[in-house]
Every structure is written in structure tokens, then in C-alpha cells.
């Protein structure tokens, strides 16, 4: 993180917030500190929920996978969601209504925003979250979600591209696991799969190289061992139009026999080693979750330089498994990224920062500063 970038980019800030009906969350009207806001009390008070309430104000979804029937109180028929987001040009109004059976409504200042995309890049969010761990431990699908959820939040078309591409990718399986599989229209599919396959590798080695020495550096940053992280993007086929459209051409065979299309961007990942080895089946818990940490840190940047804004960083129950020096150094690094956190934990006492810090405690839903 450069401090010369940094002086450029003003941080979003959740000013107020408005919940009702929402999880356990009794009545809540709470404002934010501008930095750190601590979130703290017992297991089952709520701390998660109300992280929840926040991430939905800017993904418009659960980073548990709720469904929006399970977001709204039990003894409720409806939830509300009402936040300031300042850090514009302008302070925002955001507010959603969620019924039951799927039901929701947006409005920003006041009105339907034309599109959802319009909402993600008016509300930039970073989340950690324990589920998260399986990106540096788990398979290549999480950390390609990762990428693509970035990219998303950076680049209009690319969330259009890569939905065309995965469409273009299931018809050609399904006529792969015909019985009779007629070539020609197998072939029809591998045009549209090599252009936006290509623009997709594209996007994500670009991504990647702009990603990964930020993510070095916050790793060594936090870590501070003399084990260095290896990261860099590893292609299944490289992204050009020529490249995968011979792929697809070679491997028709084994395609037909497997049933499955096996070369193209769905197979990329974002290798991560360290000692020169995989990191997912090599590194320690504590590792896994520094790399995690390093990932995050390095979105966050990364998104602040794109967009000219800092991101709000949520992170639930973060320090577990940190040891001391390694949770103050990772306070340390979040303080000069100089945005707005939220973090929960059952033990506020370790979480190192005698600085630009709020305390809420939560108990049985009720939130008090
Ligand atoms: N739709 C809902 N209506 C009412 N209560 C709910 C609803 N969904 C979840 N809860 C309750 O919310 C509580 C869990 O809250 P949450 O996950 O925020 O806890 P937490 O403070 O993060 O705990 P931990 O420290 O264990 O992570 C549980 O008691 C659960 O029963
Ligand atoms: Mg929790």
C-alpha cells in the first residue's frame, strides 16, 4: 500500500443503520464509529447477524447462503434494512424491504435503482468470514469465486461474459452426455466458449498480477516468518481464443467419453505455495488463515486503487487461531489501509487496538454501544 495512492481514495463509511425484523436483531438503530467498530459478546447473541445485516446492505445476500426467509425474524413477517453510506460525492439512503416467499424491494435515495450492478458499485464491501478459510484450503471453484466476485465489482462486462461462457458450458455437457452425440452441434458451442473464455483468463491474469504482489506483501506483512508465499494464475489452457478452441478440438474424444468438457477457463485456479508447495494441503490452520487474511487485504487494496474508495471491511471472528504478535500486526496493516472495519469476536480483550475504536456490546439480539 502506497501512501501517495492512499491519500486519494476516501474511505465508505455505514454512518446509520436502521434493522428491523431481522435474524434475532431486536429493533436496531445503531451508528458507527468511522474505524473500527467492535462487535463483541457471548456465542448465539448475535454478533454474526448483525454483520449479516451489513454485508446484505451491500451484496444483497447472506454470506451464509440464508435464504431471505431465513433472514427475517421468526415471530415477523417482514425485515428492514436502512443504511447512510457516506464517503461520495454525496451521502447515500440505501434501504430494502424483505417479505416472505422471496420477496424484496430496493431503493437508493429514495427510488429503484435501474439495476442491481448499479447498487454494487455504489456499496463496495470486503467480508471475512470463518467460511472463508476453505479458499486457501479448499478446491480451485472457491478461489476462481473469488476472483470473479472482484472482477465483478470492478469490470460492468464481466459478469455478463462469464455468465455466457458457463451457459455456452452446460449446453455443450449436456450434449456430451447424450448418447448419441453429433459433433457438429457440439462444435457450435466452441466458438462462443473460446472468445469468452478468453476474455475471462484474460480478466483473471490481469487480476492476478495486480493482486499478487499486494498479497506478498500483507502476507509477509502479517506472517513475518521467513516463509515466503508463492501466488500466480494457473491456467488450465492459456487465455486466447486460438488456444482453447484447440483445446476443445483435441479433447472432443475424451470430452464424449467423460461426458464433460474438461479444458477452459472453469478449470483455472490461483495458485497458492508455500515452501514451494501447495499451500492447501501443506500450510497450518493459522497459515491457511493469514493467506486468507493476506487475499482480503489485498481485495481491499486493490479495490481502493480501481475505484478511488475504500471499502467497508467486514470480518467475523477474525483473531482465533491468530497468535498475539500476528493479531497486531494484522491491526496494524488494516489501520494504515485507513477504511471503515467491523469485526465481531467473543473476546474483545484480543483484539489489539488502543486506537480509533468503538466498543457495541450484543446480547440476545440487543446491540448497546
Ligand atoms: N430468523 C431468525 N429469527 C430469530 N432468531 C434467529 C434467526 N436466525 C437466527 N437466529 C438466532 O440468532 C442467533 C445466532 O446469532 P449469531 O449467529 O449472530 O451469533 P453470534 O453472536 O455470531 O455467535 P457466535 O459467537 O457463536 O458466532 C441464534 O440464537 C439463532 O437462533
Ligand atoms: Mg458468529
Known sequence: MTS???SAETPSRVTALRAHGFRNLQS????????????????????????????????????????????IALDSEAALLEATLEGGPAPHKLRIDIGRSQRRRLQLDGKRPRSTSVWHRTVRMVLFHPGDLILA??????????????????????????????????????L???ERTDRRSVRAYDAILSKAGAVVGQARRRLIDDLAPRVVRAFSDVFAGDTPLGVRYLPRVEPTEDAIAEALERSFDKDRARGFTADGPH???????????????????GQHRTIVLALKTAELDLLSERTGRVPILL??????????????????????????????????????????RVDFQVEGGRVTR
Open 4 to 6: 501517495d495512492s492512499r
Open 28 to 71: 436496531l438503530e445503531f451508528e458507527p464509529g468511522s474505524h473500527f467498530n467492535v462487535i463483541h459478546g457471548d456465542n448465539g447473541a448475535g454478533k454474526s447477524n448483525l454483520l449479516e445485516a451489513i454485508y446484505y446492505l451491500g451484496a444483497l445476500k447472506s454470506f451464509r447462503g440464508a435464504k431471505t426467509d431465513d433472514l
Open 137 to 174: 484450503s479448499g478446491a480451485p471453484d472457491k478461489r476462481r469465486a473469488f476472483l470473479d466476485r472482484m472482477l465483478e465489482q470492478m469490470d460492468p462486462i464481466y459478469g455478463s461474459t462469464l455468465a455466457s461462457y458457463e451457459k455456452a458450458l452446460r449446453s455443450r455437457n449436456r
Open 176 to 178: 456430451l452426455k447424450e
Open 267 to 285: 478449470g483455472d485456479d490461483l495458485e497458492l505455495r508455500l515452501h514451494q508447495v501447495g499451500a492447501r494441503h501443506h500450510g497450518s490452520q
Open 315 to 356: 470480518l467475523d471472528d477474525v483473531s482465533s487461531e491468530l497468535d498475539r504478535s500476528r493479531n497486531r500486526r494484522f491491526f496494524e496493516v488494516l489501520s494504515h489501509a485507513g477504511g471503515q472495519v467491523f469485526l465481531t469476536t467473543t473476546h474483545p480483550e484480543f483484539i489489539l487496538l488502543e486506537n480509533d
